[in-house]
Every structure is written in C-alpha cells, then in structure tokens.
C-alpha cells in the first residue's frame, strides 16, 4: 500500500486511514480493504444531441433531462395563448457495464404554435415536448417524463387576457418560467427563458407568438461504490 493519512493522527501505512488513489479518495473499510468514496466526479451538460462517454473511474450517473418548450401562437382577431413546458425526468443509471448512451435534447418549438422535441439518454429516460400555444383561451398539453425514479410534467401555456389584449405565457419547465406574452401594441411576446419552457403568445396588434426553449440534458457523474 502507499502512505495515506492515518485516523490515529500519524502517517503510516497500515491501521485506518484515507488516501489519493490517482485522484480518486479511498478509506480503509473494517475488512482492511480500500474501497472508494463516492462523490461528485464531473458533470457533462448537453444542449445539442450527443453521446455521452463515460469517464475512467464513473461507477454511477444521475440523469436530469427536459423535453423542449412549445412556441406560443400568433394572435390576430384574438390574442392567443403561450406555448406549454417540456416534461421532466431524473435518475441514478449503474453504469459500471456501460462505456456511452446515445444522447438526444429535444429542440424549441417554433413560434406560432410548433410543439417541442423529446430529449432522452438512451433507453433509461425520456421526456416529451411541450404542445405549441393555441388560439383564444385553449391550452397546448405539456411534456411528460417517463423512464426515470422521478417523472414530471411540464407546466400549460396560459391563456390569453382578452379585455387587455395580452398574449399568454409560455409554460414553466423543471428549471423555469416560460416567456412572457405579448402585451396590446407595446411589448412583442418573448422566447421562452428556462430551458424546456414555452414561448409567450401574440396580442392582437403584435400578433407573433415566441418560440419556446430547447431542452437540455445533464448528467452527474460520481465514482467509486456506495
């Protein structure tokens, strides 16, 4: 064995202790054996389709991915309604038999209504887009996870405030609000802000509805055994 820190407060190389392994901290378990402690390696965050690779050393991942946001819709004899949120997905993947995943980000949804992509990491985990934002006082489906330990959906685009003439807001993601709607004849409607999010909707003066935010997914890379 290599010197390592010894728990009696001495260097040495044998009794209980920590040491650096090549970068990866080890503990002398009861049996005598080092054994890893498991933390935090590295984080590889991806917001365009990918393949995630495995660094030396990773034993486990935590996936988090949302679908993309839909686009708001135009508005015109009506104000229209925000595009809703991307769905949401999490979960811990062993992947001490597993060398890369093929990674997808699902793309914003255009504006004036067009639905978000799905973003997925292989097989494990998914989540579908936000539906794009509709005319009048209709809202779009959210996305929705699916695959994971935790499976969320996305937020509905608001509808519109008719009396006032404003279009309404994207939908809210797991990460955040959506884009604000376009308010009369002042403010022209926003792209949607937090990834997964919608895209605001049109008034009936500045008609063009937003597009929404792409998806993104990330993923936590930790080493050594649990």
């Given at each position: 064995?290599?010197?390592y820190l010894n728990f009696g407060g001495i260097s040495g190389t044998s009794g209980y202790g920590i040491r650096d392994n090549a970068g990866i901290i080890e503990y ?114 959210p996305g929705a996870g699916s695959g994971g330990d935790i499976n969320l959906s996305g937020g509905y685009g608001e509808t519109a405030i008719q009396t006032y003439s ?61």
């Amino acid at each position: 064995d290599s010197r390592y820190l010894n728990f009696g407060g001495i260097s040495g190389t044998s009794g209980y202790g920590i040491r650096d392994n090549a970068g990866i901290i080890e503990y002398k378990n009861l049996d005598g054996d080092w054994a890893s402690i498991e933390g935090v390696m590295s984080v590889q965050t991806f917001t365009a389709s990918s393949t995630w690779t495995k660094p030396a050393g990773v034993t486990k991942i935590r996936v988090k991915l949302v679908g993309g946001g839909g686009g708001g819709k135009n508005g015109g004899t009506n104000a229209a309604t925000g595009g809703s949120g991307g769905g949401y997905s999490e979960e811990t993947i062993d992947v001490s038999a597993t060398s890369s995943v093929v990674v997808t980000v699902g793309s914003a949804g255009a504006a004036n209504g067009g639905t978000g992509g799905a973003s997925s990491f292989g097989a494990y985990l998914s989540a579908t887009g936000g539906a794009g934002g509709l005319e009048y006082n209709q809202s779009g489906a959210p996305g929705a996870g699916s695959g994971g330990d935790i499976n969320l959906s996305g937020g509905y685009g608001e509808t519109a405030i008719q009396t006032y003439s404003v279009g309404g807001t994207g939908g809210s993601s797991y990460f955040g609000g959506g884009g604000a709607g376009a308010f009369a004849d002042t403010t022209a409607a926003k792209a949607g802000t937090a990834y997964g999010s919608g895209g605001g909707g049109g008034s009936t003066s500045l008609t063009a509805g937003a597009a929404g935010k792409a998806g993104i997914v990330i993923v936590y890379e930790y080493g050594g055994s649990s």
